[in-house]
């Protein structure tokens, strides 16, 4: 599965931004999609996720509120809404699809996509 990442940019704190992730395989069969952030000297941290089947989602707690995941089966897309933007947000975002394939899972990773947040 190829993923790409798309709508990085720069926004002033406060700001909106939408990005998006394009999944070349149907994303029925993928079990959950995650966003995952890194900036420079951190960690790569999970941001949200969601599962492809029910939709059911969660948030690290310093964007819960404020950032809300998506995902469009019919157009293979899953979407990362970023409101009310803080310049800790300053990452470049990683999109994440897992599959099980038997009883082993498999990740799946994008490029990257920057989003810096002027302060």
């Known amino acids: 599965i190829q993923l790409v990442e798309s709508g990085g940019d720069l926004v002033q704190a406060g700001g909106s931004l939408r990005i998006s992730c394009v999944a070349s395989?149907?994303?029925?069969?993928?079990?959950?999609m995650r966003w995952h952030r890194q900036s420079p000297g951190k960690q790569r941290e999970l941001v949200a996720a969601?599962?492809?089947?029910?939709?059911?989602?969660i948030y690290l707690d310093s964007v819960r509120g404020r950032f809300a995941i998506s995902l469009d089966n019919s157009k293979n897309t899953m979407y990362l809404q970023m409101n009310d933007l803080k310049p800790d947000d300053t990452a470049v975002y990683y999109c994440?699809?897992?599959?099980?394939?038997?009883?082993?899972?498999?990740?799946?990773w994008g490029q990257g996509t920057q989003v810096t947040v002027s302060s």
């Open positions: 395989e149907s994303t029925d069969s993928i079990n959950i």
């Open positions: 969601i599962s492809s089947a029910g939709g059911s989602s």
């Open positions: 994440n699809a897992v599959t099980q394939w038997g009883s082993d899972y498999i990740d799946y």
